[in-house]
């Protein structure tokens, strides 16, 4: 490949400028790390048009230039203006081939490949002046990025300036630093009337804490979404973005999610840690005879298992676990997930992106191809993805996956609902594990107490069935933030199919009918009483255990 010319050679051809001139602008670019071409600019010796056609002899790049040519709505419509501000690009004609997109610099066309993933399309460049591509993007899109860069750049120049002695960004992390001392899974960041309030989420409830100054508002808001790569001059849209940062020597990500409210934007920040967030089976709380019959299920070798629960019962937890149960050399897994909350090690990860139709069926039907042995979609959402898993089960594939239901035997139902034939779902599933996470014990200030007849009463018991156990009460300390509590365990309710729950389902039974059967053929235990036996064991509290008996209540009405 023959060496490119270098710009100050193809400036003197043909604009005319001196050797002289050229040294100095390659004095004063490496002076200010700027480039030779926009050094030379500054020098008053060469303009933008001038630069931009000797970087397209450079290149080989065609010259267009945007300020002399009126581009047809058709044209500007090919490209959302949320990917045109992401990678700085205009489309400008349409060919056989592909686009032609506009740059003002030729070093992005380095970082333009993943613009041909996420909007599936062709392209080359042509290259234009920096001012004619901005006030193209002010006048087409209505994006001014001269202003969206002075913001960065003052921000940036900010944390340049004071690092971490600004006030704003010592305050941003000290938010960070005690959500994550108090073990908090979430941090909700809501403009109010009369105050910016912050909360914590620890152990599934919400405690408000100290928080910043009204008056600091917006800096709080841009400076939590500079971190998270979104676009702070974009109040009107959610927007999603990604924190990776180091608290107390270990490396923590946040998911942060944006939505316009009444009074500016709520900031929600979900807290993923590595370390913390991953455990292993036997951490998750089953009882030793339903932990068994997990580890007999999810070792078969194709089937379909699903996991159901309300957001934030600990589905993912609960899968990811048996994954790293499952993960060895000679298994090949891949997963499908919106979003990939923890990297698992050994194991292929995809990322739904839905703004580019890559979505759970489609990966679902790629990855068939990559010959898996044990497959996890994130979430079953609707009749194609439901039917492609079950596919892959009756394929000889274990398959894992989510849904939403309030209780186990409800997802055979409710996978039918969705139009799934049910001698497909009555031959596919092979157990459902519906699940809920209730507040553990302090262990360092739980009380003994005796409950009443009526406490007892409202989870089916009797003083009988106390004898010899004692049960306890929360108390309050330090270590568990004087509310009692500290840490959750999950309640269970395995589903385990047989021939007579198969032949009740594809006959069409209700998700009563096959409750019954499944207590009666396979012993199985109800979220109650899962939570009941956490009670007789002293890790939890009546008070816990009715949070689950509303869901079983509800599952059998």
């Known amino acids: 490949m023959a060496e490119r010319k270098p710009l100050g050679q193809i400036l003197k051809e043909i604009a005319g400028i001196s050797e002289n001139d050229v040294q100095r602008g390659l004095r004063l670019g490496e002076q200010k790390k700027i480039k030779i071409g926009q050094a030379l600019i500054q020098l008053g010796v060469a303009d933008e048009a001038s630069v931009a056609r000797a970087l397209c002899r450079q290149f080989g790049l065609p010259f267009v230039d945007l300020g002399k040519v009126k581009l047809p709505a058709a044209t500007v419509a090919l490209l959302d203006a949320d990917l045109v501000r992401q990678y700085q690009v205009i489309p400008v004609k349409k060919e056989a081939t592909g686009l032609i997109l506009a740059v003002d610099d030729p070093d992005r066309m380095l970082l333009l490949d993943d613009l041909r993933f996420r909007a599936g399309i062709e392209f080359r460049c042509a290259l234009t002046t920096p001012t004619a591509f901005r006030e193209a ?179 993912t937890t609960s899968l990811y676990a048996a994954l790293r149960e499952l993960n060895r050399p000679d298994v090949k897994i891949i997963t499908a997930e919106d979003p990939v909350e923890y990297n698992l090690a050994g194991i292929n990860q995809c990322q739904v992106r839905h703004n580019i139709g890559l979505n759970f069926a489609r990966i679902l039907r790629a990855m068939l191809r990559q010959a898996p042995n044990i497959i996890l979609v994130g979430e079953i959402r609707d009749k194609e993805t439901a039917e492609i898993a079950i596919q892959a089960s009756l394929t000889g594939h274990l398959v894992f996956s989510t849904l939403h239901t309030n209780d186990a035997p409800s997802a055979l139902t409710r996978l039918i609902d969705m139009g799934v034939k049910p001698f497909l779902v009555s031959t596919a599933v092979m157990a459902v594990m519906a699940q809920r996470l209730i507040r553990r014990l302090c262990r360092k200030c739980k009380e003994p107490y005796e409950p009443t007849a009526l406490e007892l009463r409202q989870l089916g018991l009797t003083s009988d069935d106390l004898k010899g156990r004692t049960v306890y009460k929360p108390g309050g300390c330090e270590d568990c933030g004087q509310t009692g509590y500290r840490g959750r365990v999950g309640a269970y309710e395995l589903f385990a199919m047989d021939s007579t729950l198969r032949e009740m389902c594809f006959r069409g039974a209700s998700s009563v009918k096959l409750r019954e059967q499944a207590r009666i053929s396979g012993g199985m235990s109800t979220l109650l009483e899962d939570g009941v036996k956490k009670f007789l064991a002293g890790e939890t509290t009546i008070e816990e255990v009715l949070t689950v008996a509303i869901a079983g209540e509800a599952a059998a009405a």
């Open 137 to 315: 993007l002010a006048t087409y899109y209505g994006i001014d990025l001269g202003s969206e860069q002075a913001a960065a750049a003052a921000a940036a120049d900010a944390e340049d300036a004071e690092g971490e002695d600004a006030p704003v960004i010592r305050l941003v992390n000290k938010i960070l630093d005690e959500a994550l001392t108090s073990r908090a899974s979430d941090i909700h960041v809501e403009p109010m009337a009369e105050k910016l309030r912050v909360r914590y989420r620890i152990d599934g409830y919400c405690k408000e804490v100290e928080g910043p100054p009204l008056h600091l508002t917006a800096a709080v808001l841009s400076r939590i979404k500079l971190m998270a790569r979104m676009d702070i001059s974009e109040k009107r849209k959610p927007q999603d973005g990604r924190i990776n940062i180091r608290l107390q020597g270990r490396e923590i990500d946040l998911r942060v999610s944006s939505l316009p409210a009444y009074h500016g934007e709520s900031v929600v920040m979900r807290i993923l840690d590595r370390e913390r967030g991953l455990i292993s089976l036997p951490e998750l709380g089953f009882a030793q005879e339903e932990y068994q019959r997990f580890l007999k299920i999810i070792k078969r070798p194709n089937g379909l298992f699903l996991v159901t629960g309300p957001t934030g019962s600990g589905k």
